[in-house]
């Protein structure tokens, strides 16, 4: 079968590198990029070292409002659905990009697939929850990440059948962490001892899109006792420079900035850091698979079982609350797989595969 898949920002290249592989070994997929995340170290570094195929087709839209991006994405992507035909578009997460491709395929009455559906924050003022809930609404097959993403989408009553597959992101994280704990001369590259320094990431427009919350932010990085190595986002970059706070940030000789970096890069600072402080999902599934405790900068998760694990703490932009889930211990004991075993993305190709042959068993009846 020919699947149309959609991505277009860092999250999606990695959880697409689990996926794509496996999906090309057994039926024909047409990669969409739509250009969301250009930049090349958001962007093709991920192609390069993850062995993510080249995309077919690009769309080359990004900026603007999520309402202009999604909507330039909408009209680009009608006739290329209507020439490739496929049989089902594939979206991942929550983005513009996951939304636009979602809408589009179901106007275009093409079954749309969703990998990693059923996440919630409960938090409608995030743009990313429109984009989830909408997404899965719109969706025939859900593949989720965990039991509770699938009880989510049953308490919404979706109409799509919801698979519990485990968390792709978990299959790459399973696959680079090993080299990344081996590697203990990166951190001494940026000038840090490993386990003695905090790994932050921080985007989301909650947190850096407030002058506000963008100066608590910077306040919370000054007030950790460990040096702090940040890769900054393009988006906050943008917004640390129009409220001068980049200037406050690097001057401060406790917090080391560095462009975004590769996945290998952030995987291997991620492992020797003493804690992570981020607002990402991703980092907070891939600091608990590294047992390195995980500081989330946000008064909600979508991952609330990394948080009952004791291995997340919640703290918003809190800087005290932040200091205490540092002097925590971590949790003792063995840490349970809570997103599968890193074979999602074989299980993302069955479920594809049982799906189509159920939806073409019933059109035969
Ligand atoms: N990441 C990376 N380089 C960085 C920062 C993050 O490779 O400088 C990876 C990280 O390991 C994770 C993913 O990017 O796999 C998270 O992406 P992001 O924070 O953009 O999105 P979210 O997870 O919040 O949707």
Known sequence: MRILTIVGNRPQFIKAAAVSGVLRRRHEEVLLHTGQHHDDN???????????????RRLEIAGGSNTSQTARMLAALEPILAETDPRAVLVYGD????????????QAGVPVIHVEAGMRSFDRSMPEETN?????????LLLCSSQTAAQNLAAESAHGSAVVV????????????????????????YGVQPGSYLLASAHR??????????????????????????????????????????DRLAADPHVTLTEPLGYAEFTTLLCHSRA??????????????????????RPNTEWVETVRSGWNTLVDLDAQAALAALDAAPPAGERP????????????????????ARSAATVAA
């Open 337 to 356: 797989p809570l997103y599968g075993d890193g074979k999602a993305a074989e299980r993302c190709v069955e479920a594809i595969e049982a799906w189509d």
């Open 95 to 106: 983005t513009n990009s996951t939304l636009a491709g979602g809408l589009a395929a179901a």
């Open 132 to 140: 989830r809930v909408l997404t899965d609404h719109l969706s025939s």
């Open 276 to 297: 992570v402080l981020t607002d990402s999902g991703g980092v907070q599934k891939e600091a608990y698979l590294a047992g390195v405790p995980c500081i989330t900068l």
């Open 205 to 246: 427009a909650g947190n850096v899109d407030v002058p506000q919350r963008l100066e608590e932010l910077v306040e919370l990085i000054e007030a950790m006792p460990l040096p702090v190595l940040f890769p900054v986002h393009p988006r906050t970059r943008a917004r640390l420079r129009e409220t001068g706070l980049d």
């Open 42 to 56: 958001l962007s093709r570094i991920f192609f390069a070292q993850l062995g993510l195929a080249e995309p077919e």
């Open 166 to 189: 485990g968390d792709v992101m978990v299959d790459v994280a399973l696959r680079w962490q090993p080299a990344a704990r081996a590697d203990r001369s990166l951190p001494e590259r």
